[in-house]
């Protein structure tokens, strides 16, 4: 009975692992750089991950069937030189914008945010300075 439940659980743990995506380029067929967008907002891998965010700042996450792009809508507001973004609509503004423009992003957290921005910054801001 043990032994059958454990091919059963290896099966089951077989199974979930084929299912992760792979963000490495060695899983890539195409061959092209992976990008992600944050929020309307093209970014390259080393970017993305340097932002630093966490599972309960992100809404919704998923991969796209077009490119090779990873597509992550995110709980933050956006402060885009010193503008307040906190819709879905007003973050498009981010769409426009050039990685190699961009001169800093930094993610504030949520109780320093509250502090700076009140309550549009309750889940956390996200501040990009870029040269426009």
Same mark, same amino acid.
């Given at each position: 009975? @043990?032994? /059958?439940?454990? !091919?059963?659980?290896?099966?089951?743990?077989?199974? %979930?692992?084929?299912?992760? +995506?792979? &963000?490495?380029?060695?899983?890539?067929?195409?061959? @092209?750089? /992976?990008?992600? !967008?944050?929020?309307?907002?093209?970014?390259?891998? %080393?970017?993305?991950?340097? +932002?630093? &965010?966490?599972?309960?700042?992100?809404?919704?996450?998923?991969?796209?069937?077009?490119?090779?792009?990873?597509?992550?809508?995110?709980?933050?507001?956006?402060?885009?030189?010193?503008?307040?973004?906190?819709?879905?609509?007003?973050?498009?503004?981010?769409?426009?914008?050039?990685?190699?423009?961009?001169?800093?992003?930094?993610?504030?957290?949520?109780?320093?945010?509250?502090?700076?921005?009140?309550?549009?910054?309750?889940?956390?801001?996200?501040?990009?300075?870029?040269?426009?």
């Amino acid at each position: 009975m @043990k032994k /059958i439940i454990f !091919i059963l659980m290896v099966g089951f743990m077989t199974q %979930v692992y084929a299912q992760n +995506i792979h &963000l490495s380029n060695s899983h890539n067929p195409t061959g @092209k750089s /992976i990008s992600y !967008i944050v929020d309307c907002l093209r970014l390259d891998r %080393v970017t993305f991950f340097s +932002i630093g &965010l966490e599972r309960s700042d992100i809404k919704r996450m998923r991969a796209s069937n077009q490119e090779p792009m990873i597509v992550v809508t995110t709980n933050l507001a956006i402060v885009l030189n010193g503008e307040l973004l906190s819709t879905s609509k007003e973050k498009q503004k981010l769409s426009t914008i050039y990685l190699a423009d961009i001169e800093f992003i930094q993610k504030i957290e949520k109780e320093q945010s509250i502090e700076l921005y009140g309550k549009k910054g309750k889940n956390g801001v996200l501040v990009i300075k870029y040269k426009p």
